[in-house]
């Protein structure tokens, strides 16, 4: 579903990402792992579009990654969401709807709401909803669009105890619905019990692919250290 062939990334004459290469499977999650600095943001936005990669290949669904049928498959959740302050919870369904042309977009976005908890919230301003309520509209907006693949870049930052357990069960749910999810953080906790496979970027290198039981096999016979190490 997913394949990134000697991806590149340079910012001047620094290498961000050192010429990668994996593959994600159909309904496969997997974690892209790495402490600050890694490459794991460079890597998605080059694969979602947002940077233009240096050199490489990237493919999703076997179609180029910034072809028209490449973008009607996936969905990215940025860090940091994107949540207008003017517009309500449901103008921001309405606005998506819009922009892809889905006409019947009531009843899916009435049921999205419901299933994310934000069904009361459908009247709030963008600007008066907390960091997890906004990361559940922006969830809400990717899945409208009906994605195959999602691209989660640092799910977890900045969210309390309760909105973490909650993006911990959203995961579970859109695995068990088969989507494809790459998701990046420094955490490992927040995608050990959902995550197929982690990847472990280091230097813009992928330094670990495997499951994570493997993982933690190899880290601990090596090194005696952590994987967050
Ligand atoms: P973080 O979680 O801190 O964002 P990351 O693993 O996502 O870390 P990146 O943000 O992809 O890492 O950064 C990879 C490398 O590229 C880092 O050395 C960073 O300083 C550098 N870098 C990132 N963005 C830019 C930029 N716009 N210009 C120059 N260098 C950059």
Redesign the pocket.
């Known amino acids: 579903m997913l394949s990134v062939t000697n991806l590149v990334k340079t ?2 004459k ?1 290498n ?1 990402v050192n010429d990668i290469s994996f593959e994600l499977q159909g309904g496969e999650v997997v974690g892209l792992l ?1 402490p ?7 890597t998605m936005k080059c694969i979602v579009g947002l940077l233009r990669k240096t050199s490489g290949e990237i493919l999703i669904g076997g179609e180029d990654h910034l072809s028209v049928e490449a973008k009607r498959l996936f969905s990215y959740i940025p860090e940091t969401p994107y949540v207008y302050d003017l517009l309500t919870v449901q103008e921001h369904m309405q606005f998506i709807a819009q922009a892809y042309g889905i006409k019947e977009w009531k009843d899916k976005a009435r049921e999205l709401l419901e299933n994310y908890e934000l069904d009361d919230k459908a009247d709030k301003l963008g600007r008066d909803l907390s960091k997890g309520m906004r990361q559940k509209v922006s969830i809400c907006c990717a899945l409208l669009t009906d994605p195959k693949v999602l691209f989660f870049d ?1 799910p977890m930052i900045g969210l309390d105890p309760k909105a973490i357990k909650n993006t911990k069960r959203i995961f579970r749910e859109l695995k068990e619905a088969g989507k494809t999810i790459l998701v ?1 953080t ?1 955490l490992i906790d927040s995608v050990e019990s959902i995550a197929d496979r982690i990847m472990i ?1 280091k230097d813009g290198n992928i330094v670990g692919n495997d499951t994570i039981a493997n993982l933690k096999i190899q880290v601990a016979q090596e090194e005696g250290g952590t994987l967050e190490d």
Do not use: P, V
Request: glycine share 24%; hydrophobic share 20%; proline share 0%.
């Open positions: 910012y001047g620094q961000a790495g600050n600095g890694a490459g794991k943001s460079t640092e990046s420094h970027l």
